[in-house]
């Protein structure tokens, strides 16, 4: 069983900051990529950014200058740091980790429940 826990959510005004974080947890041998997606209201679940293992990191455009993804390998965790937030960030955040599970196994993408990040104007 792996898991994944998401906290730091919550409602901010705009151009405030919030900062998510994602620890994973279970049977696990290694952590592969982690990263975070988010999912607007009537839209389609988009990348917001990923880190490597080896820490190469990616942003969406929307979110580049504004968002930091950085990772705690001894903690199994990830962390977004979200800054001059905008009404356009308003969005569920899903946490997810390439786990692979044995030493025999292959990885597999696991979610987390996702948490509600609502930026007001």
């Known amino acids: 069983q792996v898991q994944l826990v998401e906290s730091g959510g919550g409602l901010v005004q705009a151009g405030g900051s919030l900062r998510l974080s994602c620890a994973v947890s279970?049977?696990?041998?290694?952590?592969?990529?982690m990263g975070w997606y988010r999912q607007a209201p009537g839209k389609q679940r988009e990348l917001a950014a990923t880190?490597?293992?080896?820490?190469?990191?990616s942003y969406a455009d929307s979110v580049k200058g504004r968002f930091t993804i950085s990772r705690d390998n001894a903690k199994s965790t990830v962390y977004l740091q979200m800054n001059s937030l905008k009404p356009e960030d308003t969005a569920v955040y899903y946490c997810?980790?390439?786990?692979?599970?044995?030493?025999?196994?292959?990885?597999?993408?696991?979610w987390g429940q996702g948490t509600q990040v609502t930026v007001a104007s």
């Open positions: 880190i490597t293992t080896g820490g190469r990191i």
């Open positions: 279970g049977s696990i041998f290694s952590i592969n990529d």
């Open positions: 997810y980790a390439k786990v692979t599970r044995t030493r025999l196994s292959l990885p597999n993408d696991y």
